[in-house]
């Protein structure tokens, strides 16, 4: 079974700064997928960023980048220029790929994020 | 397009009662997939539903049930409730099951409180 770790429970940043988010993972599979979600206080999850396990590149979407480490099953996502919208829970999450693969999502347990202005 | 709606979105309940949740997935998607959100276990995955069939299941007792019906809405049901069960429950919708370039859209979740 697939594990996700997310040991920071809590983060802040100053408004403007660049923040990192950490994820490490457990599998034995070589294809996946791995995601960062965000959920504001509305509680409305939010897709941030996707990247294939079989992609070396790492995926960037506007302030959003990741540090995808596959040997050491590393997943950190890296918040550039902080917003105050920015502030909410981050959930990394994991997705296998290979045969008979489903579209169930296992999560970590959430880092907090907070933006002071 | 309408994103993934839930309803109630907020309910309270008394132990040993039973509580029927729905979800009406993005015009189109065929996948749907519930999980539940605690404070204490995170994210957990539910089930998921594909073309009215029971794609994959989590871990949780056979109180836990649901179904999808042909045009993709979803409902899970929950018998004989807990205290334990209380929880926020997410439900969120694809276009199909485990494609590679699928993409899973939440829906704002509903609130259960067991008494």
């Known amino acids: 079974a697939q594990t996700v770790t997310q040991s920071q429970p809590e983060m802040s940043v100053q408004e403007a700064e660049t923040v990192t988010l950490s994820c490490t993972y457990d599998t034995s599979e070589s294809d996946y997928y791995l995601f960062w979600y965000k959920q504001p206080p509305s509680r409305q999850m939010i897709l941030v960023i996707r990247?294939?396990?079989?992609?070396?590149q790492n995926a960037t979407e506007n302030r959003f980048s990741v540090n995808f480490q596959k040997a050491a099953k590393s997943f950190s996502l890296k918040i550039s220029d902080s917003q105050l919208g920015d502030a909410a829970m981050y959930f990394c999450?994991?997705?296998?790929?290979?045969?008979?693969?489903?579209?169930?999502?296992?999560f970590g347990k959430g880092i907090t994020l907070s933006v002071r202005p | 397009k309408a994103g993934v709606t839930q309803t109630p979105r907020y309910l309270i309940k008394t132990r040993g009662q039973q509580v029927t949740l729905s979800c009406s997935p993005i015009?189109?998607?065929?996948?749907v997939s519930w999980y539940q959100q605690t404070p204490g276990q995170g994210l957990q995955f539910l089930f998921e539903?594909?073309?009215?069939?029971?794609?994959n299941k989590g871990n949780f007792p056979g109180r836990f049930s649901g179904r999808q019906f042909s045009n993709s809405r979803s409902e899970m049901n929950v018998s004989t409730l807990e205290l334990g069960d209380s929880a926020l429950y997410l439900c969120?919708?694809?276009?199909?099951?485990?494609?590679?370039?699928?993409?899973?859209?939440f829906g704002p979740g509903t609130r259960l409180t067991v008494l």
């Open positions: 539903y594909f073309s009215e069939t029971q794609r």
């Open positions: 969120a919708s694809s276009l199909v099951s485990g494609a590679p370039t699928d993409t899973q859209y």
């Open positions: 999450a994991y997705r296998s790929r290979g045969a008979g693969a489903n579209s169930k999502l296992t």
């Open positions: 990247q294939e396990a079989y992609k070396q």
């Open positions: 015009s189109g998607h065929r996948s």
